[in-house]
């Protein structure tokens, strides 16, 4: 469960100041399905980052289970990352260098899990994802639907309480685009997820229950009636 | 998952690697060249040293450089001129001390109970002119020009008014050679140490006043001596008893006697030329040098530093180079090398930054990330250290193949028998030292010590952890949220 109060983030560069976030308030239940969007440059990614713990804001509380994330030191923030929070980017963020399944494995090494069952468990993650036969492969020999169900595998494998997702469909045609969708949407409902997801895709934005729309740093809920 | 990122990203990432380990192998290999030729250039050094010293000595004592000898110790040879027809040969030996300087044998003592003298030990350097042949007395002729003068050096003509000496001559040969007598009661330090006995058997300490001799293997086969020939100096016989190899190639005296046979030989009872002393503490050299000097008087203290510092050539001229420019060179090139690597891993990682964000978005520590940075970097370092070490071993290993010949000049060239202020050039009349300079070849290689392929190593090492700190200092400082930065 996230609450979010008066959440503002500012860059500041040279003598400009950027309002990024500006006083987002804001409330998502366990196993909630929240789609972002908003036009360019609006803060979209910015709010993924406060709620994944990846910044901390310039004011504000963003308190995940009862924490407060944007008080936690660095240490402690990392471990909140390592443990419950599984992030899809939009262009996919693969080790290029390493094979699906030990992209998976990433995942599960902060949380010293051992050699052995963190092969299992990656291996198990890909087939969820429709891609128990290509562990050995590395990212350049997949196509862009597949490396993004690898990161969606990494983004599991641990078993978060919260998936985020920036733009997971950004860098996909059309039908990879939906079948990314199909598979996300699947493991919501199967592992009872936060999902949180940032998308431009007006068609997405259309059938989502809640819609969170930011516009220079903004937020305005839409809800709609279950359809 | 350290050790499979790591080895992934060398796999797949190889050339950058190998951008990274060429560069300090350069730095690496050269810092090898340079250091086993130097320590060549030394070898040579000590080797030209020491076939002047010998082994084992620290310092000579010789008498202090006096103005020049008199005259009267100049050889003269005299010869009865025979009557025409009668060809019988005849010779004789001049035998002079080298340098005409000597010092009392007592002194000898007075050193070695100088503190930090561990030995002292005294030799007689002579220089023996043999002059044979025949000589006719001139036929004395009132009257005539023309015919031919009285030979150089023979006693042809006694010069007479009005008449000219005829027909008198000579035909001889002047025959030099060098003669060492060495204190036989301690057989440990001096001259002769430094050849090996190749055949036969070197003196025994009893053999203080025995008939025998030591030929130098250069001069035994020239003058076809062989352990069991005698050679006869001044009349005197003596027995080969065995021949001795210069280790350097260059042998200090032609021929070694029993000290006190030298000493009869030359008239030059209980005197010396030189004495070689041992010091106790190699590191205490120039204090036993200046006690020597103090408390000795009327001598001259040359150490081997001193000594150095007269060879001249190109040996001398080789090594100052490699002690500065090669020693500058490889430290300038080391540093580039090491900059080099710590700028491209530091690029590496700039290029790397949303993978390293994604990964700490993922949880990873920041050590985490930083330790695979350096641990990437330290594999490259290790890569150039074994790359620099073998391409270092191939020039060391080439240079001593080719070795090169090096001279060297000793005594700095200083014309003849140094007058006052000659310092150790004149100074230093050791044996074996015909000229005031003398010139030896030396053939330079490039050993390459242990200890260098350990401070290789080290330099490996180092430089793994320079470019890893300069990798691993960027990588701490990104942030989780730079996984979501678009670019590449
Ligand atoms: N690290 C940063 N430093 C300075 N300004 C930043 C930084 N990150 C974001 N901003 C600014 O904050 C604002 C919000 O950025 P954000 O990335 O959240 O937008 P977005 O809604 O995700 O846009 P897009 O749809 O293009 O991804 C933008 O004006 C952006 O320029
Ligand atoms: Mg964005």
């Known amino acids: 469960m996230y609450e979010l109060r008066g959440v503002t983030k500012r860059y500041t560069r040279g003598k400009e100041t950027v309002h990024a976030l500006d006083g987002v308030d804001l409330t998502i239940a366990d196993g909630d399905r929240l789609v972002i969007q908003g036009p360019t440059g609006g803060g979209k990614s910015t709010l993924l980052q406060m709620l994944g713990g990846l910044d901390r804001p310039t004011s504000g509380e963003v308190v995940l289970d009862g924490t407060d994330l944007a008080r936690l030191s660095e240490t402690r923030l990392t471990t909140v990352r390592s443990e419950n929070i599984g992030f899809v980017f939009q262009s996919f963020n693969l080790i290029p260098t390493l094979t699906a399944q030990e992209n998976v494995e990433t995942a599960l090494v902060p949380l010293g899990v051992k050699v052995r069952e963190r092969r299992e468990r990656a291996a198990e993650a890909l087939r969820s994802v429709g891609l128990g036969e290509r562990l050995g492969h590395l990212p350049s020999e997949m196509s862009g639907g597949q490396q993004q169900r690898v990161a969606i595998a990494r983004a599991l494998v641990k078993q978060p309480k919260v998936l985020l997702a920036d733009e997971p469909t950004g860098n996909l045609d059309e039908g990879m685009r939906d079948e990314i969708m199909d598979v996300l949407d699947t493991l919501w409902k199967e592992r009872g997820l936060t999902f949180i997801m940032v998308t431009h895709d007006s068609a997405i934005a259309r059938k989502a229950p809640r819609l969170a729309t930011i516009r220079k740093g903004r937020l305005t809920l839409t809800e709609k009636a279950a359809p | ?488």
Not at chain 2, 56 to 83: H, I, L, N, W, Y
Not at chain 2, 176 to 194: F, M, N, R
Not at chain 2, 299 to 325: I, Q, Y
Not at chain 2, 400 to 420: I, N, R
């Open chain 2, 1 to 488: 998952m350290f050790f499979t990122y790591l080895r992934r990203e060398l796999r797949r990432r190889r050339k950058a690697a190998l951008v990274v380990a060429s560069g300090l192998a350069l730095g690496i290999a050269l810092v090898i060249v340079v250091t086993s030729v130097s320590s060549g250039m030394g070898k040579a050094q000590d080797k030209v040293l020491q076939s002047l010293y010998g082994l084992g000595t620290d310092m000579t004592v010789t008498k202090a450089a006096a103005p020049a000898a008199s005259s009267s110790e100049r050889p003269r040879f005299q010869f009865d001129a025979r009557e025409d027809g009668d060809d019988s040969e005849q010779s004789s030996d001049r035998v002079m001390v080298q340098g005409f300087q000597t010092l009392a044998a007592s002194t000898v003592a007075k050193v070695s109970a100088q503190k930090g003298v561990q030995g002292a030990v005294g030799g007689l350097s002579l220089q023996v002119l043999k002059v044979s042949g025949q000589f006719t007395r001139g036929q004395f002729q009132q009257d005539g020009t023309g015919g031919q003068q009285g030979g150089p050096g023979g006693n042809g003509g006694s010069g007479a008014p009005q008449g000219e000496v005829q027909g008198g001559g000579a035909n001889f040969d002047v025959n030099s050679y060098s003669v060492y007598g060495t204190d036989v009661t301690e057989p440990a330090l001096g001259p002769l140490t430094s050849s090996k006995i190749t055949s036969g058997r070197t003196f025994r300490t009893t053999e203080t006043a025995a008939r025998v001799a030591v030929a130098d293997s250069a001069y035994a086969k020239e003058k076809k001596l062989k352990v069991g020939s005698t050679v006869t100096v001044k009349g005197v016989k003596y027995t080969v008893i065995g021949v001795a190899t210069a280790d350097s190639g260059d042998a200090a005296a032609n021929l070694y006697l029993p000290l006190k046979q030298a000493q009869t030989l030359a008239d030059a009872a209980d005197k010396v030329t030189t004495i070689y002393v041992q010091a106790t503490d190699s590191k205490k050299i120039d204090t036993v040098k200046s006690a020597i000097q103090k408390n000795v008087s009327g001598t001259t203290v040359t150490t081997s530093a001193d000594l150095a510092d007269t060879v001249s050539g190109s040996l001398s001229t080789a090594s100052s180079l490699a002690t500065s420019v090669g020693r500058w060179l490889s430290i300038a090139v080391l540093v580039a090398a090491f900059l080099v690597a710590g700028l491209l891993t530091s690029a590496a990682v700039s290029r790397r930054v949303r993978e390293f964000g994604t990964l700490k978005a993922l949880g990873w520590k920041s050590g985490r990330v930083t330790r695979q940075v350096v641990g990437e970097a330290m594999v490259n370092g290790l890569l150039g250290g074994a790359l620099g070490i073998a391409l270092g071993l191939a020039g060391a290993y080439a240079v001593t193949a080719v070795s090169p010949t090096l001279q060297a000049q000793l005594g700095g060239g200083s014309g003849g028998d140094g007058g006052p202020g000659g310092g150790p050039g004149g100074g230093f009349a050791g044996p074996g030292r015909q000229a005031a300079a003398k010139t030896l070849d030396v053939a330079l290689t490039a050993p390459v010590s242990v200890t260098t392929v350990a401070v290789a190593v080290g330099l490996a090492v180092a430089g793994g952890l320079i470019a890893g700190a300069f990798g691993g200092w960027r990588a701490s400082r990104l942030r989780p949220a730079d996984a979501l930065r678009r670019v590449e």
